[in-house]
């Protein structure tokens, strides 16, 4: 029936080419159209809590604000790490939730968790603000700009009315981030005399700004059967409406306005931060982009409205680009795919020696690929470095079906009449083998499917496409390579080949030697065992992304001339390096960053880590002075990053524990740049009000901390919108700014009741002491985090040798260290691809066993898993590897196309036996009717291979160790297979025939009367 049904499609040879060259413009239609990343998203989703608490310091929003929260989030379904960060006036709670949590329910859970406790929080509490974010929610690109002729405020409001709006326009653009420069705001600037004489309250007139500015609905009137609104008049939209806001009305009758009190004019706040790029000052545009848009086409467009939209007298330059690693990365990967696809063809070339053959299987590339592209068009995968590796790495596998199907119609077609019928023939003997072979391949993933979600996001897009790759080339082979075989008509292969007849003599010889080869198998096997324990692992994807981030801390209260003058000298220090491409400083208060883009390897020679390296002894002469800086790094490239957990409830034994572990890491000898990262205490002056002496004197606490605010540093009364965009209007006293504690003393406070002037210091206790600046806490407790770098690959041994040493130190009661997030992620991942090793065999045994109806079979099939994944623990031994993710995934794939030379060798063999020859015949014929197929197909897994696992460019070394893991095991799995394999097939043949014949007859085991061995 299957030849019946072959020989009906092969007849419509038209049919079958059209259908298969309407793949290839589907296929490379939709290929512009997929959506394109760096790596997939593999973050775990978060919401991000901001509340807000002016005036108060950060141990009042821990107690008043952090606590209540976050006993009420703290036992969300799916919640993994509960991260709070409490500082001066806010605090941002960052919850992490499991990959496989609803967002959506989460979010709504949080927003009614936070209604509930608000009631609980201090009246001061002015805004709760909740943000969901993924890493998708990096920006796609950074622009600087700036000029010769114009201050960076000037700069900003140009880059704020003229390029911001045509960039919010862009159809993918979620946002765009103006910093540098400060803001235009608009200041009322009262004078305190003008005040006290009219016997005004500073909160009197703020909510007077306030209420003028607010534009609302108050009710709605029918009249005659219309309904018409009553609305509050326009709000404010100009300097001259707010100058003349009326504020009161004398005893005179005169009405007193904003004007008369003081000044009202645009102007700017002091400042308070920093942003430059390299070494300049300037203001950046951080372009954000929307899920579900293809990256190179969105920043390609940001590009466009860059040069449409120039601003004259400014100059602007891109400094990041999420396109830029994407297009590296891509541009080794398609190098390593293409290099790849020649490397196969000329394999084929070379044993098929005859170009219109190798036209037929080449072609089964480019339409496998195509089906692939089309499938992850309509999936929720993209194309980034984990499914183009998987295209890379399954270039050999793409022709394996192919070269099969091809070199099985060749064979009959030399030993028949007749080409349509040897495609028939030819196509059919090798249905079951193949599709036995692809479901091997593809079923090692579905224990993927029950393993962590990060580990299933990364690799699942992989998983994906070598799976339809497979199933594609399967198709290919069985439809389109016959119907191309019969037009193009290749010779007939008559030739006995010299490698042919000595593999049968190789074989001849080895049979005998079964047992003893088995035995060899065995114990290569069990050498390797003990190499386990001496493998170390990490959880390293081996992606560079060639970024490295300075974090920089003055000590609190820093004034900002020394910190422009030290954030200097680093930048000069910065750019005198030639590996730099450029750097970006952004400040807020005495904490900020430089990050530091390098150039790409090839560029320069020098690497991620030898430039931390480099960067941190320059650096070390600011730690002297009393700054602290580490350096972070995502993907340390050959540097591994461990962080530690140290927990209690005192921020200043926490401190000093922190300070004698430091020591202790130091003391190892294995660790660089050790640093605590715990914010400092910072100096702080506590003016507690006494509530009651407030109510004597007619003041209420709000209107107090309104009235200090303006006093002090000016105050947000509201917004003002003018020309589409909206301004702060701030109010505050003008006066100089305060620089001793007796300046704050000698504040004083206006009564609303009786209008007469309170000091400070009759309502209020004024303290100075040291505090901290803000205080982590990771979930629910204070906590210090220790950090550094390590050489050592092997993570496992790393973290074994801190347990060692600081696991077993006596704690004060209440304090715990911990290894932190990265061991416990190491140990699951352990825990998990062990398993999921363990059940990819024993799923390639149940295919196996399956598809062929035998139950001894597939355990000689199998034979070839133990002796290729040996042959890998010895390469990552001797190679001082570690097991990481991509050498797990390397494993299952290997252990998916191990198989399958063996299953079309034992499968001929058996088929050869049912035919009436002997045991020794059939050994040797069907091991050397597959001796080419088998050495083309390792050969072109492995040439398509070879450019991955060489490279090493950033971002494709995720492809790199898995390549490293696919080459060695194959290449000991083909050896096994080709030498071992048969022979130790007619040993277990022979003792099974030997066992047959006691429990039945007595029968020659070894030739039947006719045949002669050859």
């Given amino acids: 029936m299957i030849k019946n049904c072959l020989a009906r499609i092969y007849g419509k040879k038209i049919a079958v080419l059209m259908f298969f060259l309407f793949l290839l413009i589907v296929g490379g239609i939709y290929v512009l159209r997929t959506d394109i990343s760096l790596l997939p998203d593999v973050d775990y989703p978060t919401i991000s809590i901001q509340i807000v608490y002016p005036g108060a310091s950060a141990q009042e929003i821990e107690e008043n604000v952090t606590e209540p929260v976050e006993r009420s989030i703290g ?35 949080v927003r009614e968790r936070l209604r509930r406790v608000r009631g609980d929080l201090p009246d001061g509490v002015e805004r709760i603000h909740m943000r969901q974010y993924t890493s998708r929610d990096m920006p796609a690109m950074i622009v600087a700009f700036t000029s010769e002729n114009m201050s960076t405020e000037e700069v900003r409001h140009r880059v704020e009315n003229q390029l911001e709006p ?241 070199e099985n119609i060749k064979r009959v077609y030399s030993e028949t009449d007749g080409l349509a019928a040897a495609a028939v023939e030819g196509t059919a003997e090798v249905i079951a083998p193949l599709f036995a072979a692809m479901l091997t391949t593809i079923i090692v993933f579905v224990p993927l499917l029950f393993v962590q979600p990060r580990i299933r996001r ?115 220090d910065i750019a005198e390096k030639d590996y730099v491409q450029n750097f970006t400083t952004r400040f807020e208060r005495w904490i900020g960053d430089i990050n530091i883009q390098l150039l790409p390897l090839g560029v320069t020679t020098v690497t991620t880590d030898e430039a931390v390296r480099e960067l941190a002894e320059i650096f070390d002469e600011y730690r002297r002075e009393g700054i602290q800086i580490y350096f972070q790094q995502e993907s340390p490239g050959d540097m591994e990053r461990v962080q530690l957990e140290l927990s209690g409830p005192s921020i200043d034994r926490l401190h000093q524990l922190g300070l004698e572990y430091v020591g202790e890491l130091q003391d190892m000898g294995i660790f660089e740049d050790v640093q605590l990262i715990m914010p400092r205490p910072q100096p702080e002056l506590r003016v507690d009000l006494d509530r009651r002496r407030l109510a004597e004197f007619g003041l209420s606490p709000r209107a107090a901390l309104h009235e200090l605010r303006a006093q002090v540093g000016g105050e947000i009364a509201s917004e003002m919108r003018v020309e589409g965009r909206e301004y702060d209007i701030v109010f505050r006293f003008d006066r100089e700014m305060m620089d001793e504690v007796r300046d704050v003393e000698r504040l004083y406070l206006t009564s609303t009741r009786t209008g007469e002037n309170v000091p400070l ?139 399958n030379e063996a299953i079309v060798m034992v499968a001929r063999i058996s088929d050869l036996l049912s035919s009436d020859n002997t045991l020794t015949e059939a050994v040797q014929r069907g091991a050397a009717d597959r001796l080419r197929p088998i050495l083309m197909t390792y050969s072109t897994t492995m040439i398509a291979m070879l450019p991955v696992a060489l490279t090493g460019a950033a971002g494709v070394a995720l492809g790199a160790a898995l390549a490293h893991t696919v080459i060695v095991g194959l290449t000991v799995g083909v050896i096994f297979n080709l030498f071992f394999l048969p022979a130790i097939f007619y040993g277990v043949e022979k003792l099974k025939r030997r066992a047959l014949s006691w429990l039945v007859v007595p029968e020659s085991v070894e030739e039947r009367p006719g045949h002669v061995s050859t």
């Avoid at 969300?76 to 790490?81: Q, R, S």
């Fill in 75 to 109: 036992v969300l379904e799916g919640l993994e790490t509960m991260v709070s960060y409490s500082s001066e006036s806010e605090v941002e709670i960052d919850l992490r939730f499991d990959l496989a949590a609803d967002m959506e329910e989460r979010y709504l859970e």
């Fill in 166 to 406: 045509p960039l919010h326009q862009l159809e993918g653009t979620a946002n765009v981030d103006i910093a540098g420069g400060r803001e235009i705001n608009y200041l009322v600037d009262v004078i305190p005399y003008y005040v006290d004489a009219g016997g005004l309250s500073i909160y009197n007139i703020s909510e007077a700004i306030h209420l003028a500015d607010e534009y609302q609905a108050l009710t709605d009137v029918y009249h005659r059967n219309r309904l018409f609104p009553i609305t509050q008049e326009e709000p404010i939209a100009s300097v001259e409406d707010l100058a003349r806001l009326p504020v009161y009305r004398t005893d005179q009758g005169r009405v007193v306005e904003i004007d008369d009190l003081g000044t009202v004019e645009r102007g700017y706040l002091p400042l308070r931060g920093l942003s430059r790029v390299d070494g300049s000052p300037s203001v950046a545009a951080y372009v954000y982009m929307a899920g579900g848009h293809n990256v190179l086409q969105f920043t390609s467009e940001v590009e466009e409205v860059l040069a449409e939209q120039e601003i004259e007298g400014i100059e602007s330059h891109v400094v990041f680009d999420q396109a830029e690693p994407i297009n590296r990365a891509f541009a080794v990967l398609a190098r390593a795919l293409l290099i790849g696809i020649i490397g196969a063809t000329l394999v084929l070339l070379l044993f098929f020696r005859e170009l219109r053959f190798l036209l037929v299987v080449a072609l089964s590339i480019p339409a496998s690929l195509a089906v692939v592209t089309i499938v992850l068009y309509f999936s929720p995968f993209d194309l980034n470095i984990t499914t183009i590796s998987g295209m890379a790495l399954g270039v050999g596998m793409l022709v394996d079906s192919a070269i099969i199907v091809a």
């Fill in 458 to 572: 990364m690799y699942s897009g992989l998983a994906l496409v070598v799976s339809v790759a497979l199933f594609a080339s399967l198709i290919v082979s069985f439809f389109l390579i016959p119907v191309l075989f019969t037009l193009l008509k290749p010779a007939r292969d008559r030739t006995h080949s010299y490698l042919r007849s000595s593999y049968r003599f190789i074989i001849n010889h080895s049979t005998p030697l079964a047992w003893i080869l088995a035995s060899v198998a065995v114990i290569f096997v069990l050498l390797s065992l003990p190499l386990l324990t001496q493998i170390g692992a990490t959880t390293d994807i081996g992606f560079e992304d060639r970024i490295i981030s300075a974090h920089i801390e003055f000590s609190p209260g820093t004034p900002i001339e020394r910190i422009q003058r030290d954030i200097g000298r680093m930048e000069r």
């Fill in 761 to 899: 210091t009759s309502v209020a206790e004024i303290n100075r002491r040291e505090v901290g600046s803000q205080i982590q806490r990771l979930n629910a407790e204070r906590t210090a985090f220790l950090a550094a770098t390590t050489r050592e690959t092997d993570l496992a041994s790393v973290y074994q040798q801190i347990d060692e040493r600081l696991g077993t130190r006596e704690l004060p009661r209440d304090y715990f260290f911990s290894l932190g997030e990265g061991y416990r992620e190491l140990v699951l991942m352990r825990e998990e691809m062990h398993w999921v090793v363990l059940i990819t065999v024993f799923l390639i045994y149940l295919v196996l066993a399956g598809v062929s109806e035998s139950l001894w079979q597939p355990f000689l099939v199998m034979l070839a898993v133990p002796v290729s994944v040996s042959g890998t623990f010895w390469m990552l031994y001797l190679s001082e590897q570690p097991f990481s993710l991509p050498v797990y995934i390397g494993l299952i794939i290997l252990m998916g196309i191990v198989v």
